[in-house]
């Protein structure tokens, strides 16, 4: 589903997700919206045939452990959910929905334990951020059997092609002026 969308908006606003839904992207991360706010926000983004991903852990008032995860399941009927917890993940791979597992390198200790949690996971999906340390896919790719996101602190165009020709197979990115 993610392999043949390039960007993928992350949304956390209303006027951003009014944005995305004028686009011809299929995927759209929902986040930093409040847990009361999103079956309206589903509901809209199902309305217009797009994929819902959400950041269980940028959900205000959602529990961002498993059983916050299986609400979002259950009863949002979400097609993947982000997170940076490998039960989570777990939750997705049994209930058949996405499971991007995402990790923050901040060095080379970071690396080294993030790679142990995401073999152990075994995600569909892991998000690396900051998207600036494209150095790393190769090194990240012998470790993990997984496509690669990039994300975080994205600039430019010209940032995403850089993560794109390294071998991420999508970006993901809060600025609307990148989604087409």
């Excluded at 606003?13 to 409040?34: E, Y």
């Excluded at 217009?48 to 259950?74: M, P, R």
Aim: proline share 4%; with cysteine; net charge positive.
């Amino acid at each position: 589903m993610l392999k043949n969308q390039r960007i993928i908006p992350a949304i956390s606003s209303h006027a951003d997700l009014r944005k995305f839904l004028l686009t011809d992207l299929t995927c759209g991360i929902l986040m930093n919206f409040q847990l009361a706010q999103l079956p309206d926000l589903v509901a809209e983004m199902r309305s217009k045939q797009k994929k819902v991903l959400i950041h269980s852990e940028l959900i205000k008032g959602l529990s961002s452990d498993e059983f916050g995860a299986i609400y979002l399941i259950q009863t949002l009927k979400v097609d993947g959910i982000i997170s940076s917890k490998p039960k989570v993940i777990d939750v997705c791979k049994k209930r058949n929905v996405i499971g991007i597992l995402r990790f923050f390198l901040k060095d080379s200790i970071s690396l080294q334990q993030s790679l142990e949690v995401a073999s152990k996971a075994n995600p569909d999906y892991l998000e690396v951020l900051p998207a600036l340390c494209t150095d790393l896919i190769p090194e990240i790719k012998t470790h993990i059997r997984c496509d690669i996101l990039m994300g975080g602190l994205i600039r430019s165009k010209d940032q995403i092609a850089t993560c794109l020709l390294a071998g991420a197979v999508a970006v993901t990115t809060s600025n609307p002026d990148y989604w087409a």
